[in-house]
């Protein structure tokens, strides 16, 4: 009887972990979901209004390491105000997310994070973009070289052609560093398939056309 008992306690415990597992995944698919939604409407309706761009945002140094999609980064005060940088887009991948400037916890749960200290579309430099590998970036590991990748700002929709696909360590921030040209530069976490804080960062490389 005791054994039936605790058998019992058992699975009304797991069912409970497994309910709060299922409501926490909803609740944040829905939240990322509805901020998309409206980010993308808000930017199409911007541009359909030719409304101008924010002004650019102060230029800070690169980060000491590469971030974290997974954990995210405190919101540093010298990063200044968030805001929403464009939309990028993988056509043969189906993939589309709107970037926000950023990568803390918070920027990354709900869009793909505009890296600080890193250039913006139509300048000339790398611009750095972080991603988390299980979202927005899941389809990355069937990305391939010459692949397309737009990215579409208030100022105009900019092309890049993936150059190379490596893995690197998170402290090889050498990735983000311009060399000339205009350069973009994508971060997410490695392996894909990983449970809990991967240990290594996918870089995709991709140059203007």
């Not at 409304?51 to 005060?77: C, E, I, N, Y």
């Not at 069937?142 to 900019?158: A, K, M, V, W």
Request: net charge neutral.
């Amino acid at each position: 009887m005791p054994e039936n008992r605790a058998r019992r306690v058992a699975r009304l415990v797991l069912l409970v972990v497994g309910i709060a597992c299922v409501g926490f995944y909803c609740e944040a698919w829905l939240y990322r979901t509805a901020f998309q939604l409206y980010e993308n409407w808000q930017f199409d309706h911007r541009q359909a209004e030719q409304t101008p761009p924010p002004p650019p945002q102060k230029r800070v140094a690169l980060p000491a390491v590469l971030p974290d999609p997974d954990r995210g980064a405190p919101r540093s005060k010298v990063d200044g105000p968030g805001g929403i940088v464009g939309r990028i887009s993988i056509p043969r991948l189906n993939i589309s997310a709107m970037v926000e400037e950023g990568v803390d916890e918070t920027t990354l749960s709900r869009a793909v994070g505009h890296i600080p200290g890193t250039a913006l579309p139509g300048e000339t430099g790398n611009i750095g973009i972080a991603g988390h590998r299980d979202t927005f970036f899941q389809k990355l590991k069937d990305l391939q070289p010459n692949d397309q990748i737009d990215f579409t700002t208030h100022s105009g929709r900019y092309h890049y052609i993936v150059e190379s696909l490596t893995i690197v360590e998170p402290s090889d921030v050498s990735v983000l560093r311009s060399t000339g040209g205009k350069i973009l530069t994508i971060v997410t976490c490695f392996p894909f398939h990983y449970i809990g804080s991967a240990p290594r960062r996918f870089i995709v490389h991709a140059v203007s056309e």
